[in-house]
């Protein structure tokens, strides 16, 4: 095992967007091996991506869970190409269902059959990231006649796994499966059946990655920081039900009846945030990340709170690699 400790940009809702840049470059003076760039409500990531790698120099990206629904293969493979050539960052990409609120909502695009489109979307994906032109007919994605003018034929796909549906597709297709606010038990779960349904499709079992929010000693600013953008996954499909597998089925509840997301953040216990986050001393930090790596992740990515700790600085220089750098 790999035992990789990356960062991951975190989009703090109380927070400036522009702060990204700055943790990313807090990412890179750390020491970390890599940096997942999302997208939220402030930048498109392939654009972000772009900018982190003028201001992150080398550092390498993983640009998503994008949401599959929106972007077509040919999208995902310029804007992918676009962050190679003009960055010279190595990139990787990373899908996810999202939800209906983003995909049919934000977008006006089919949120349903998430899993099969998925799969598609890579089958369609791998020939034109290798160079060759596109021919592809599916159920939900078709795409002809596109082709890079440069290839990427090694660019790592990740798929962002919650559900039996889309973990099957993670295990028999992708190159790694991304989880986001779970516990190290959930992941120690969630490993053992990507391997079976990788063996059981004759491939070799893709890494793990997990995302994980992390606070050194959080105060109330810290706290309610992580707890506003907990809210936001309390009602979506996947994150609900696991939370309520979790003990907090009324907050759930709640959400999925259309509380605010101002007082379901209010209502987030402490407890639930230990439960799906690294909080507390440096060693207690990296004592929780060595638990996430324990349960079968390759890759812990590191989402640092920032409302007391300015660009994530100190959290991510508790877990350099050299422990040598002051936040």
């Known amino acids: 095992m790999t035992a990789r400790v990356e960062g991951v940009l975190p989009f703090w809702l109380d927070r400036p967007a522009a702060e990204a840049l700055d943790v990313a470059a807090a990412v890179q003076r750390a020491g970390l091996q890599g940096l997942w760039i999302g997208e939220l409500q402030?930048?498109?990531?392939?654009?972000l991506a772009t900018a982190v790698g003028g201001r992150a120099p080398g550092l390498p990206l993983?640009?998503?869970?994008?949401?599959?629904?929106?972007?077509?293969?040919?999208?995902?493979?310029?804007?992918?190409r676009s962050v190679a050539t003009l960055t010279g960052s190595p990139v990787a990409l990373a899908l996810g269902a999202s939800s209906p609120v983003i995909v049919t909502g934000w977008h006006d695009r089919d949120w349903a059959h998430a899993a099969s489109r998925t799969r598609e979307t890579i089958a369609a994906l791998r020939p034109i990231l290798a160079g060759e032109r596109a021919a592809f007919d599916g159920a939900h994605v078709r795409t002809h006649g596109f082709r890079l003018r440069e290839p990427l034929s090694d660019t790592r796909i990740a798929v962002a796994a919650f559900g039996p549906a889309m973990t099957r597709v993670a295990a028999r297709h992708a190159?790694?499966?991304?989880?986001?606010?779970?516990?190290?038990?959930?992941?120690?779960?969630?490993?053992?059946?990507?391997?079976?349904?990788?063996?059981?499709?004759?491939?070799?079992?893709?890494?793990?990655?997990v995302w994980v929010p992390a606070a050194l000693e959080p105060g109330p600013a810290a706290r309610a920081q992580l707890a506003a953008q907990l809210a936001i996954y309390l009602g979506a499909p996947g994150y609900g039900e696991l939370f309520a597998a979790l003990g907090f089925g009324a907050l759930v509840e709640r959400a999925r009846a259309g509380s605010r997301r101002g007082e379901l953040?209010?209502?987030?216990?402490?407890?639930?945030?230990?439960?799906?986050?690294?909080?507390?001393?440096?060693?207690?930090?990296?004592?929780?990340?060595?638990?996430?790596?324990?349960?079968?992740?390759?890759?812990?990515?590191?989402?640092?709170?920032?409302?007391?700790?300015?660009?994530?600085?100190?959290?991510?220089?508790?877990?350099?690699?050299?422990?040598?750098?002051?936040?």
């Open 175 to 209: 190159d790694q499966v991304v989880l986001n606010l779970v516990p190290p038990e959930h992941v120690r779960a969630v490993r053992a059946t990507v391997d079976a349904e990788a063996h059981a499709a004759g491939r070799t079992p893709p890494e793990l990655a």
């Open 42 to 47: 402030s930048f498109d990531a392939f654009a």
């Open 265 to 327: 953040a209010d209502a987030v216990p402490r407890e639930l945030l230990e439960r799906v986050g690294a909080l507390g001393s440096a060693e207690a930090v990296a004592a929780r990340i060595a638990a996430y790596h324990d349960a079968g992740a390759d890759t812990v990515g590191v989402a640092p709170s920032t409302a007391e700790d300015p660009r994530g600085s100190g959290v991510l220089a508790a877990l350099s690699p050299t422990k040598e750098l002051a936040p």
């Open 62 to 80: 993983t640009v998503g869970p994008l949401a599959v629904g929106v972007r077509s293969p040919a999208a995902l493979a310029l804007g992918l």
